[in-house]
């Protein structure tokens, strides 16, 4: 079991920690059956945090999730079954779980947990809340809610098949924060100190999805006897699946735009597939790109489970999570900023990969899986969206008052 413990530890460390992504490439609709205020963040990178306000207090033990199960048929002894292996494995907000073993093995690895833990109290836990479950004390007021971390989930990535995203996709959102969203800037903090958030951030993935597994097992399945090392086990498998990313990088150069002819043979072509069944992009964002399309009342994966039903399952269901359910609608082109970037690069790899987590799927290839559509028609819906959207009638404007 010592050993066990050991290499997962050792792994949580050695694996490049990452942070996820805030928001996703969909506009939000209020949280349904909250009254809660919604920020307003459409053109700006605002912080959510109160200016004066004091950092959150680091509670002593992780907050107890019980997403999609009723609390009050929780047993005592259920509960415990859960949150012993938690601690046993991962620890306490204020002190992670780290054997000598591993600080003998891990070095640098370990400091930059230490340094990261309190870097992301500061700065993160609010919105993100202290275990990382997207529901800190800021949380409600935000449309699209904080990431919760602890699915493993992340929308933005340089990865194809829903894989991890690189440390390059994170150090990104941590210094440029997130477009259209409420997701601020770091620019303060140095990369040492970026590498040591995103280090504390994947700490916080690992445990969740740890957490999940036992919830299943523990409320579902009945077993209050599971040995630890079985949970070491999944927990191994999370920390493991941060290593797997290097045979699905998307492999994206940085291209000009075509001009003249080119540019107008390949809007025709983009604007074919965009209609097409094929990639079925007007079925959500609609003809034009302004969100409208036939499917435009969307769940995604952290919202989908808080739907019962009936209304009445559904308000029954809100008691099981600290959030509303909250709606979700496709991106508007036309008015609206491209949260995953506006590069050329940036939307091709939305196209590619898809956004994880949310309806919108990815058209490119992934090892073992045919493409849905070539790279030379990916392209083509690139610069058709380009010329549906914000920035392109921005461009356009700025040239004819500049031609004044």
């Known amino acids: 079991m010592q050993s066990m413990l050991r290499i997962l530890t050792s792994l949580l460390l050695i694996f490049p920690l ?6 996703r490439e969909e506009d939000s609709a209020p949280p349904v059956g909250s009254t809660v205020g919604t920020l307003t ?37 259920e509960r415990t079954a859960i949150t012993k292996p938690l601690t046993t494995i991962f620890g306490t907000p204020k002190e992670p779980k780290i054997t000598a073993a591993m600080r003998d093995e891990s070095g640098l690895m370990f400091e930059l947990i230490e340094k990261g833990r309190p870097l992301y109290q500061a ?57 259209a969203t409420a997701m601020p800037a770091f620019p ?3 990369e040492a100190e970026r590498n040591a ?17 036992l919830m299943e097992t523990v409320l579902d399945e009945g077993d209050l006897e ?25 492999k994206v150069e940085k291209k000009l735009k075509p001009t003249g002819e080119v540019l107008t043979a390949a809007l025709v072509r983009g604007k074919t597939a965009y209609d097409a069944k094929k990639a079925r ?38 008691k099981m999570y600290p959030l509303p359910m909250q709606i979700v609608f496709p991106r508007d082109f036309t008015e609206k900023a491209f949260r995953g970037g506006s590069e050329p690069e940036d939307l091709y790899k939305r196209i590619y990969a898809g956004i994880g987590g949310t309806p919108m ?16 028609t990916l392209w083509d819906i690139v610069w058709y969206v380009q010329k549906l959207s914000l920035q392109e009638r921005k461009e356009k404007k700025e040239k004819k008052s500049n031609e004044k």
Not at 18 to 23: D, F, I, K, P
Not at 160 to 177: E, N, T
Request: aromatic residues 8%.
């Open 188 to 190: 303060e903090l140095s």
């Open 226 to 250: 599971l040995p630890l090392d079985d949970v070491v086990e999944e927990a191994f498998l999370a920390a493991k699946a941060w290593d797997k990313v290097d045979d699905y990088v998307i």
């Open 123 to 179: 700065k993160c836990a609010r919105c993100h809340g202290i275990s990382g479950d997207g529901a800190g004390p800021e949380s409600a007021k935000l449309n699209p809610y904080p990431r919760d971390f602890r699915r493993g989930v992340f929308k933005y990535r340089s990865t194809a098949g829903w894989m991890k995203p690189l440390d390059s996709d994170l150090h990104r959102w941590v210094q440029r924060g997130g477009v």
């Open 18 to 23: 990452l942070v996820v992504g805030c928001e």
């Open 361 to 376: 799927p990815g058209l490119g290839a992934t090892p073992g899986v045919k493409a849905v559509l070539d790279d030379a």
């Open 41 to 77: 963040a459409e053109t700006t990178n605002q912080a959510a945090v109160p200016v004066g306000s004091k950092p959150q207090a680091v509670p002593q033990n992780y907050p107890f999730h019980h997403d999609g199960y009723d609390l009050a048929a929780i047993l005592p002894e």
């Open 197 to 213: 958030v995103i280090m504390y951030v994947q700490f916080l993935t690992v445990r969740g999805e740890t957490e999940s597994f």
């Open 281 to 318: 992009c007007v079925d959500c964002h609609g003809k034009e790109g302004r969100g409208d399309g036939e499917q435009n009342n969307l769940l995604d994966d952290w919202n989908k489970p808080k739907q019962g039903g009936t209304p009445e399952q559904t308000a029954a269901k809100r």
